[in-house]
Structures are given as C-alpha cells and as structure tokens.
C-alpha cells in the first residue's frame, strides 16, 4: 500500500553550505530529498519549503507555522517529516509535542550535525531512517530521530555540538533504535486512542532563570511587569539558598501576585524532589508552585507556554502542567 510523506523544510546545518561568513542554510527540502536513495517503492515524498532559517532563529511563532503546515495537510498524509537545525530542534521536537496531541500519525523531527553537502555527512543517514521511521506502521506522535535512535519529542536534548550521537533522551527509555534499516522497539508506543488534537496559542511571556551562588533575588521584583512566568533552576534536588529569608520572601512575593513559577534543577539527569532537604522543603507541594520533576528545561518551557496559552487561572495551568503528554512527566 502507498504511503504518502510530507517533508517540512526549515533549514539548519543539514541545509547549510558555506558562505564567506560561515555555514548559512542555502540548500532547499528538495535538494536535500534529492540526494536521499534506496527508498521504499511505495513511498512517495512531497516537499513543503516553509522557511530556511538557521534554527537559532526559530521562535514560538516558527513552532506554529509548522503546526499550521502539519494541521493543513494532516489527512492528506500518512506521517511528516521536518527538517531542523540542531540548535533548538529539542525546543521544537517539545512544542510540536504539545501544540499536536493525540496523533496516530507520526510527525518526527530530524536534522544533522554536518550540512548534507559534507563529504562525511550524518545527513543522510538521519533523513533516511526518518523517513523510514515515518512509514512504519507502528509509529505516532512527535519524535526525534537522530544519530540510529528515536527520541519521544519531550525528552530530546542536545548534549553534543559536534557528534554524530549529538541528542540523547532525557531520564526516559528511547522510543527504538535503528539497525541498519531495522527498527528495533524499545519502548513501543501504543496507537492513541480518539482524534488527534491541534491547539493554536502559546503564551511566550516566560524566563528561564538559573541560579548562581551568591545572586540574590531582586531578579523577581525587577521581572515582575515584565513576565507572567519564570523557570528557576535550581541546585541539585531543588535547593534554593535559605541563609536568610531573601529568596523566601521574593518567591512568595512573586507567586502570591498572580505570577507563574515553575522550579526544576540544574542537574541534567534524575530530576529533582523538594521534599529532602531543607533548602527546599518549604516549596514541596505548594499549591502555588509547579515542581517539574525530571522534565526537560525544553518541555518545561514549551508545556508552560502552551498551558499559558490555553489559561491565565492557576487551578488550570497546573492541571494542564502534571497531565502527562508524550511520555514528558
């Protein structure tokens, strides 16, 4: 049986050539299909050139455009297949995830870590077994497919510049992993159930803060007419500085005008849990406070801004923050 594909182009390294200025996405979706070989027979690939951007570039506006093009054209297609920069391709792979829900087709996102014209590319191989991965039949929802493994799309995260194994998933199994042309399940997805669901808004009015020792935390009253929410990294388990009451008083300041808060860890791996040590005990199931356990700072940014675009009642936004999405909590 035919299956059809659309291929969203948005640039990145893997569309990049050289330039006096360094590498500039140049190439088009269909120069870059055209260098793809020994696909399936039943196969037959449509191109939609929807920007050419290097993906530092991308913003929330970029993530709806690919939303739009993927709604638009969602019963015309058996599965989608975008092209991205690796920069901020974890950013997209987690607002995709909320932005489309429910999907029994598979939309995944890939890219490379050298421009499809380099003699050592890892452009080509990614590509092809994205679009392998999009034809099978066992394949739903936003994922990531780099480097021979395949990523739930709120779990993705950048953790190499250079290496061809550039994106790892985050405190989660990888959805499968390729052998040669063999996928292997590793942690099978069931088909999901009901329609797919599109939702249209995001609110980008949020700031990521991290933690440093020794800052203070005026950063909450200097922010305060200007964001609705702020993400604090915090150390370790969720440790925030108790010396004095300073943090204390602008966090309960902060949360008690209406803000949103939302507080993670530094740490790359094992999440956080406020209920261990003191330094963050008085934050542990606070009804006014969201604690992102061992969610991406990627899906965490994405899942706030598309809660906020959904609410502005707390009540809400929270239940729609702990609703698992897409493997995210």
Not at 166 to 187: C, H, K, W, Y
Not at 226 to 232: A, R, S, T, V
Request: glycine content about 8%.
């Amino acid at each position: 049986m035919q299956k059809n594909l659309l291929i969203i182009a948005t640039g990145g390294t893997i569309a990049s050539n050289k330039t006096k200025k360094g590498l500039s996405p140049t190439s088009t979706g269909d120069d870059l299909i055209s260098q793809i070989a020994g696909l399936p027979e039943d196969c037959r690939l449509h191109v939609l050139q929807l920007m050419n951007i290097d993906s530092t570039n991308m913003k929330p506006d970029g993530w709806m455009a690919i939303q739009k093009a993927i709604a638009e054209n969602y019963d015309t297609y058996d599965g989608f297949v975008v092209l991205h920069g690796t920069d901020t391709l974890d950013y997209t792979a987690a607002a995709l995830s909320y932005l489309i829900q429910n999907s029994p087709k598979p939309i995944v996102i890939t890219g490379s870590q050298k421009p499809m014209s380099h003699p050592y590319t890892d452009a080509k191989i990614n590509l092809y077994q994205s679009i392998l991965y999009a034809l099978d039949s066992g394949s739903c929802d936003v994922s990531v497919v780099f480097g021979g493994r395949v990523i739930a799309g709120t779990r993705s995260r950048k953790q190499k510049t250079r290496s061809f194994d550039g994106f790892t998933s985050m405190n989660f199994p990888l959805l499968a992993r390729f052998q040669d042309e063999e996928i292997i399940r590793v942690f099978p997805a069931d088909k999901p159930f009901g329609p797919v669901r599109f939702y249209d808004h995001l609110e980008g009015n949020i700031l990521s803060i991290k933690l440093i020792p020794g800052m203070t935390p005026d950063f909450f009253r200097l922010l305060k007419e200007q964001y609705q929410g702020i993400i604090l990294e915090a150390y370790g388990l969720g440790g925030i500085p108790n010396f004095d009451r300073s943090y204390e008083e602008a966090i309960f300041d902060w949360i008690h005008s209406g803000k949103i808060l939302v507080i993670t860890t530094q740490v790359p791996e094992e999440g956080c849990d406020f209920s261990v040590y003191e330094v963050g005990h008085i934050y542990h199931n606070h009804p006014l406070i969201l604690e992102a356990g061992n969610m991406t700072l990627e899906a965490i940014s994405a899942k706030l801004m598309w809660a906020l675009g959904q609410t502005k009642e707390l009540e809400k936004i929270r239940e729609l923050f702990y609703r698992r999405i897409n493997f995210d909590c």
